[in-house]
């Protein structure tokens, strides 16, 4: 066992040691910056303003997305509903004037969808033309005013570049192909059936193409028209016809 005498020796050079060793340690400290309290930094407190205020303004913009989204979709299905009942003389229906091309293209592609769902096809494969527009308005251009041949039945085709309605039993339309125009007088009583004549029209936009079964003749003006029996809608189109009147006022679209 150690005596005490060498216990008291022992602690005094530990003492020593440690003492020497601090003062080292404190003179390295020393040697470095000096320290600092740590304060509130104003750069975290900038940031955390910079964040909620992005964050409500991204909140601010997915309202206004979901708003524009509801009204989108209300104005679409009213449009549709319209659509399946009445039209303007522009050919579409009253609320479809005021939609822009990407709805009035959903408008359309619903439409064609929901022909299918009924059994109906919109793209027949086949329609027989028995005459050219340009050889019917050669051929018939001589008919007096009022004369209408009953005795008489063509098959004519074309694009539709105007819908005029003259009440709900006499539609116009303006059949353009192969650089000519002819007119079609569509009056309920010439047609086949009163429903079918109801349907037909109501399904019929500016620039779809559709085949015409009728006979020759002239309006009580002098406009030589085909008096249809039947008319078939050979290709819808989907998307909204410049207006006649206006032309295409996008210059980007124009352009192209």
Known sequence: MLTQAAVRLV???L????????????????Q????TAPHKDKSFSDQRSELKR???AEKKVAEKEAKQKELSEKQLSQATAAATN???????????????PNQYYKIRSQAVHQLKVNG?????????????????IQKYSHLQPGDHLTDITLKVAGRIHAKRAS????IFYDLRGEGVKL???????????????????????????????????????????????????????????????FGLKDKETRYR
């Open 11 to 13: 602690r005094g050079s």
């Open 86 to 100: 009445h039209t303007t003389g522009n050919g579409v229906g009253p609320e479809e004037e005021s939609l822009d």
């Open 183 to 245: 007119q079609v007088m569509a009056n309920s009583r010439n047609y086949k059936s009163e429903e079918e004549f109801i349907h037909i029209n109501n399904k019929l936009r500016r620039g779809d193409i559709i085949g015409v079964q009728g006979n020759p003749g002239k309006t009580k003006k002098g406009e030589l028209s085909i008096i249809p029996y039947e008319i078939t809608l050979l290709s819808p189109c989907l998307h909204m016809l410049p207006h006649l009147h």
């Open 167 to 170: 009440g709900g039993k006499l």
């Open 120 to 136: 109906e096809d919109p793209y027949p494969h086949k329609f027989h033309v028995d005459i050219s527009l340009t050889d019917f």
């Open 15 to 30: 003492r020593k040691t440690s003492w020497a060793e601090w003062g080292h340690r404190e003179l390295r400290l020393g």
């Open 54 to 56: 992005r964050l409500k």
């Open 32 to 35: 470095l910056a000096p320290f």
